[in-house]
């Protein structure tokens, strides 16, 4: 089974080896026909690298690292 690989926007820097990303989808209502967006936040492991808020990222789906971080950073 391929890994899944997901493009976001990061809202949060702050913790030592993590960043919080915010990946946004859109999607048509069954019913109502209407274009919805939703958005989820991941928690994602980086070894090295020079983030800011507000970058574009890839990250790509991990064996589990810790209870919340399931992802690691693929390339910003």
Known sequence: MPKRILIGKIINTKNKNTIVIEVERKFRHPVLKKVLKRSKKYHAHYDSGDFQVGDQ??????????????????ES
């Not at 990222?57 to 971080?69: A, R």
């Open 57 to 74: 990222i890839k990250i790509i789906e991990s064996k589990p690292i810790s209870k919340l971080k399931k992802w690691r950073v693929l």
